[in-house]
């Protein structure tokens, strides 16, 4: 088969190197002219963001199908794995779906369910889901172009969306409870962070929370970033930044 695969980011990255071990080596990755040109059997998709015209989706043979990091109806847009951390699902799971000219709103394929058994960070998560969605994308290939599949149409009673992550979203909210706030820094971890503001020495830095666990319903911070410093403990901050005021707003 021709396959022609479009896809961002660490999800995307293992998704092609599965198509690529598993002998599903695409053709091309990511040029709508030449996909085109090409007029290939299949196109998969996987983190891929944008929205792709419906006459490039006619194209293929066998369509476009998508994997993405949910259980859809659930989670469509740009941010599920992020937004099942912060949510504190104990389930979730990959959906293969054949893509219409709506974000992640076309027929079901296939899917798998996975069990959020630890507290997972998101690029934790995203490596479990990516390696998933390899394994039921092999499964689901040959399946598919047999025609041994009957796509299903989602539910759209139980349609849910994410967001496009943005800077500003990694602020701390301190009237929150420590659990919401150590989710935060899990689903946010490496973007776009997790961020508070303190006075030290008349000075307004900012500081990067990377790590947390909760204890008797506290927050407690283990390792974090101020600005323009390398990241270091909770102990190694205080050594540093003696007599710092936190800034609960700012």
């Not at 022609?4 to 071990?21: K, V």
């Not at 847009?77 to 709506?102: F, H, R, Y």
């Not at 040959?142 to 009673?157: A, D």
Request: glycine share 6%; hydrophobic share 35%.
């Amino acid at each position: 088969m021709k396959i022609i695969f479009l896809g961002t980011g660490e999800f995307g990255t293992i998704i092609l190197q599965g198509l690529i071990e598993n002998k599903y080596k695409p053709v091309l990755v990511y040029d709508f002219k030449k996909l085109k040109e090409l007029k290939p059997d299949l196109v998969i998709v996987a983190s891929y963001g944008k929205i792709i015209p419906k006459d490039i989706l006619k194209i293929p043979k066998y369509g476009c199908l998508n994997v993405h990091g949910s259980l859809l109806p659930k989670y469509r847009g740009p941010s599920p794995i992020q937004t099942a951390i912060l949510n504190n699902d104990k389930e979730t799971g990959v959906t293969i779906i054949l893509m219409d000219e709506k974000i992640d709103h076309g027929k079901i394929i296939s899917n798998s369910k996975f069990l959020i058994s630890k507290k997972f960070t998101y690029p934790e998560l995203c490596e479990k889901l990516a390696n998933l969605g390899v394994k039921l994308l092999i499964e689901t290939i040959p399946k598919w172009t047999k025609g041994q599949i009957k796509p299903k149409p989602q539910n759209e009673s139980k349609a849910s969306y994410t967001k496009i992550l943005k800077r500003e979203d990694g602020k701390i909210d301190w009237n929150k409870s420590a659990q919401e706030i150590e989710r935060q820094i899990r689903a946010f971890n490496p973007w776009p962070g997790t961020f508070t503001f303190i006075k030290h020495k008349n000075k307004t830095l900012r500081i990067k929370i990377l790590e947390a666990n909760v204890k008797d319903n506290k927050l407690i911070i283990k390792k974090l970033q101020p600005e323009g410093k390398k990241p270091m403990t909770f102990e190694e901050f205080q050594r540093g930044y003696n007599g710092f005021n936190p800034i609960s707003q700012h």
